[in-house]
């Protein structure tokens, strides 16, 4: 069975730090992009950030380049969301997702090209 678990997410103050993780369980996704979104309530989910099956191609939303970084560990399966100087509009639950399909060219910002989603993990931040 096919598992993506995010930890790290919590209760912060604003302009503090978290770190996010997502283990990936019951297969490899060593070639498969990687990204997170975020879920505020009452609104669509919205892509975070994103990193290749090639580390050196990552993607952000506008509203996080620069504060938050994406990495991966390709030996632990496991793809990590550093999160510096939070926001309280940051607060949301955050999912961890696989790309659908395996050497993908790029990072996709559609939750529609991830086939793999992890349960969420949430992020408040308070002002």
């Known amino acids: 069975q096919v598992q993506l678990v995010e930890s790290g997410g919590g209760l912060v103050q604003a302009g503090g730090s978290l770190r996010l993780s997502c283990a990936a369980s019951?297969?490899?996704?060593?070639?498969?992009?990687m990204g997170w979104f975020l879920q505020a309530p009452g609104k669509e989910r919205e892509f975070v950030a994103g990193?290749?099956?090639?580390?050196?191609?990552?993607r952000y939303a506008d509203s996080v380049r620069g504060r938050f970084t994406i990495s991966r560990d390709k030996a632990k399966n496991t793809v990590y969301l550093q999160m510096n100087s939070l926001k309280p509009e940051d607060t949301a639950v955050y999912y961890c997702?696989?790309?659908?399909?395996?050497?993908?060219?790029?990072?996709?910002?559609?939750?529609?090209?991830?086939?793999?989603w992890g349960q969420g993990t949430q992020v408040t931040v308070s002002s």
């Open positions: 997702a696989a790309a659908a399909a395996a050497l993908s060219l790029g990072v996709a910002e559609s939750p529609s090209s991830y086939g793999y």
């Open positions: 990193i290749s099956w090639r580390p050196s191609t990552t």
């Open positions: 019951g297969r490899t996704f060593v070639n498969y992009a």
